[in-house]
């Protein structure tokens, strides 16, 4: 009886000296280790209504969809990628509607982070596809043409409830069009987008 209890302190103590460490590392630690950090992620949807110059007829008012995807790689830069679709049903009274069709992609710099709100700037390239037609003196020129095409601006960030925030856009868009002779001319648009926001990380 006294060897069995000898051997069980025995076994005691050895399983305390090498489990005693490693409790006093994991109690005695100076807080908990840093979290991983990586990329922050948003997806949004929203609303746009666009002012479409027709090179040497006038302006176009169309109203649409943006859907974007946003990667913030470090506080102050991230990358975008978007996409819209807005359309008219009458171009300058001639009975044709008419589109743009847009994918971009580009760096987006956070000048000002303040709380929930936060600035933004950002050059976007890609392609635009538009679909309109062209008064005349006698007829009316229609159809539609893809080409290189970019957006230059900015906006505001304001988180309103967890992972959801509103942004508001304003954008210069060049795009391309032909004019009433059938050459192509590029195009200044306007665009001013309105979107919820949802933060997936």
Do not use: C
């Amino acid at each position: 009886m006294r060897n069995t209890i000898r051997a069980i302190g025995k076994v005691s103590f050895f399983v305390f000296v090498l489990v005693a460490p490693a409790l006093a590392q994991s109690w005695l630690g100076t807080g908990a280790p840093p979290a991983a950090t990586g990329p922050d992620y948003d997806v949004s949807v929203g609303y746009t209504y666009l002012t479409m110059a027709i090179p040497a007829a006038g302006h176009v008012n169309l109203y649409g969809l943006d859907v974007s995807g946003r990667v913030d790689f470090k506080p102050r830069w991230g990358a975008m990628v978007d996409s819209n679709y807005v359309r008219t049903p009458n171009v300058l009274g001639t009975k044709h509607d008419g589109y743009l069709l847009g994918f971009y992609g580009g760096p987006v710099f956070y000048p000002v982070d303040h709380g929930n709100t936060r600035t933004f700037v950002h050059v976007l390239a890609g392609v635009g596809i538009v679909d309109g037609a062209v008064p005349a003196s006698d007829t009316e020129y229609h159809g539609w043409l893809g080409r290189f095409s970019y957006a230059v601006g900015g906006g505001v960030e304001h988180s309103v409830s967890g992972p959801f925030a509103v942004r508001v856009i304003g954008d210069y868009l060049r795009t391309a069009f032909f004019d009433s002779a059938g050459a192509v001319q590029p195009q200044n648009n306007f665009r001013v987008t309105t979107s919820f926001v949802f933060r997936l990380k």
